[in-house]
């Protein structure tokens, strides 16, 4: 058995979580912030067998697609002088997408 933990961009969760609900996988939801864009991420859990392991990820695959967005720089860049004035600037980000980390369970229990 193996642990998924999927890390998608909130835009993509629900569609994500229904298709997987839909193809017969069980799925927890965490709220969680990406650190870089410091945006809403979700985080999901999926216990899978080993021989479904490559269907879910296809369907993560297929859901979480990534895309580009102008988001403001997380960083402010400095314009200099006594003040120390902060003045935000837009960037090109690729969003979207998965972080997926696949982990062996050596024992599951549902109680």
Not at 29 to 55: H, M, P, Q, Y
Not at 58 to 67: N, P, Q, Y
Not at 92 to 98: I, N, S, T
Request: aromatic share 6%.
């Amino acid at each position: 058995m193996k642990l998924i933990i999927a890390i998608v961009q909130d835009e993509d969760a629900s569609r994500l979580i229904t298709k997987l609900m839909n193809d017969g996988f069980g799925v927890t939801k965490l709220a969680t912030t990406g650190g870089f864009l410091r945006a809403g991420n979700t985080t999901l859990l999926l216990g899978v067998e080993d021989d479904r392991l490559s269907a879910a990820m296809s369907v993560i695959e297929k859901v979480c697609k990534s895309r580009k967005q102008v988001a403001t720089s997380p960083t402010p860049l400095t314009t200099g002088g006594a003040n120390g004035m902060y003045t935000p600037y837009p960037i090109e980000v690729m969003v979207g997408g998965a972080t997926v980390f696949i982990m062996t369970v050596d024992q599951f229990v549902k109680m």
